[in-house]
């Protein structure tokens, strides 16, 4: 069974750009999350999709952050523009259902520069 | 809301024990123990509910106290294959998303 992957493994851009980053979560997850950990920092919630609906986005930093997950399979989070303080690791994760393991992919590196 | 966890860092020769703590002020429905080695992926290792149940991986097993609030998760006979970064992650009754501690460095040597 193939894990959750997350594309691209490491991204450097500029501030002011856009960078979008690509979560594929285990096959027939339902559940799917999305975390952040900036260095230094704890690993932090951002959201939570059940299928293609946002369950739980109280996460996310602000506006400037879009997170999708069209047709319920795939996500992307697109950050636009990008700051400085955008910079971390972000993690996807998926599971089965609620209550259940979170199984995470490798992680996006995002340096703002 | 984060979990605490204690103690930042170990350091152990192999065939040593050792306890690393997870302490929520929020009342908990489950605590989730991962390990990440470093630039991969967090990898879970058990999930413990409410009800003070006891797990076990190999010889790493864990313990939840609902009434405190507390897990600990407890490495016993280290091997080297146990060093990384332990997290614990909780999660808050009808509340999917887990919050993680800042995590525990465990190097194990030989």
């Known amino acids: 069974e193939a894990g959750v992957t997350q594309f691209p493994s490491h991204s450097v851009i500029e501030k002011g750009q856009t960078v979008t980053l690509r979560c594929d979560p285990i096959?027939?997850?339902?559940?799917l999350y999305w975390y952040r950990r900036v260095m230094g920092k704890e690993i932090k919630f951002l959201l939570h999709?059940?299928?293609?609906?946002?369950?739980?986005e109280s996460g996310m930093p602000n506006n400037r952050f879009l997170a999708e997950r069209t047709g319920g399979t795939y996500s992307t989070l697109k950050v636009q523009p990008a700051e400085l303080e955008d910079s971390g690791v972000y993690f996807c994760?998926?599971?089965?259902?609620?209550?259940?393991?979170?199984?995470f992919g490798d992680g996006t590196r995002l340096s703002i520069l | 809301q984060q979990p605490v966890q204690s103690p930042q860092a170990v350091i152990l020769r192999e065939g040593e024990d050792a306890v690393i703590n997870c302490s929520s002020s929020?009342?908990?429905?489950?605590v989730h123990w991962y390990r990440q080695k470093h630039g991969e992926a967090p990898v879970f290792l058990m999930i413990?509910?409410?009800?003070?149940e006891q797990k076990g991986h190999e010889k790493i097993s864990a313990s939840f106290n609902e009434k405190k609030q507390q897990s600990s998760l407890y490495l016993t006979a280290s091997q080297l294959s146990y060093s990384g970064t332990y997290f614990c992650?909780?999660?808050?009754?009808?509340?999917?998303?887990?919050?993680f501690g800042a995590g525990t460095t465990v190097t194990v040597r030989a």
């Open positions: 994760a998926s599971s089965p259902g609620g209550n259940q393991p979170q199984h």
């Open positions: 096959s027939g997850h339902d559940n």
């Open positions: 999709f059940v299928k293609e609906s946002k369950q739980d």
């Open positions: 929020k009342a908990l429905y489950s």
């Open positions: 413990l509910l409410k009800g003070g």
């Open positions: 992650g909780t999660e808050i009754v009808n509340d999917y998303k887990l919050s």
